[in-house]
């Protein structure tokens, strides 16, 4: 029996206007409006409605949704290799694309580099990878049947999201990352690991320079 059968047809038109409404609609609404430097209140914002949203999704009470069993060596090892590869290109990109960006934050504003460093990975990673990893795959599987579609549409929704940032930099390495994240999660389906990979490459980014393009404004 599939995901589509599990749930009545009503069932999963209501979360294909509620999928539009968080994926498309809302952050249309911030793009517009440039509401970028608010990003943090709407992540956290999103993040309470989707913690509660997956309260009453049937998947929720029978996948665990950790799996710290997950983080072993045997599934960190090709997400280090293909993270120390991604970290060599962008660094030969910020070099080429915007060279006086390049370690400006843990050059000059070493304090926040240090903080970012500790708050990124719970306080932005974390939310993020819960919203499009384990309620999107959980949530929206009767719209999205497999696992090659839903890597798709999360990829593109969270390169959508950061669309508000307004610069193209952004949405073109979160199209890129989003799809790391999402073939991770659906082939372990544990939070723990997708979070763990994408606060190694927010790390880096910020590290590196790159987080000028996320949270510029936040940051200077």
């Not at 072993?72 to 970290?87: C, D, E, K, N, Q």
Request: aromatic share 18%.
């Amino acid at each position: 029996m599939t995901n589509r059968d599990k749930i009545s047809s009503n069932q999963c038109k209501l979360r294909l206007i509620e999928f539009l409404l968080l994926a498309l609609v809302l952050p249309t609404i911030l793009i517009v409006e440039q509401w970028g430097r608010y990003m943090f209140f709407f992540l956290w914002a999103a993040t309470i409605y989707c913690l509660i949203a997956y309260y009453f999704t049937k998947s929720s009470k029978t996948v665990p949704v950790w799996r710290w069993s997950e983080v072993t060596w045997v599934h960190l090892r090709p997400i280090l290799i293909r993270f120390g590869i991604s970290s060599v290109l962008l660094l030969i990109f910020i070099s080429m694309y915007d060279p006086e960006r390049r370690f400006d934050l843990i050059t000059h504003r070493t304090d926040m580099w240090a903080r970012l460093m500790l708050l990124y990975p719970v306080l932005s990673a974390l939310p993020q990878e819960f919203i499009f990893c384990t309620f999107f795959f959980a949530r929206y599987s009767c719209i999205f049947n497999n696992h090659r579609k839903m890597m798709a549409a999360s990829s593109i929704i969270f390169a959508y999201v950061h669309v508000l940032f307004i610069n193209p930099v952004a949405p073109l390495l979160t199209i890129i990352a989003g799809y790391f994240f999402a073939s991770t999660f659906a082939k372990h389906k544990s939070l723990a690991l997708v979070t763990i990979e994408h606060a190694l490459y927010g790390n880096m980014v910020f590290t590196l320079g790159l987080g000028w393009y996320f949270w510029g404004r936040a940051l200077h």
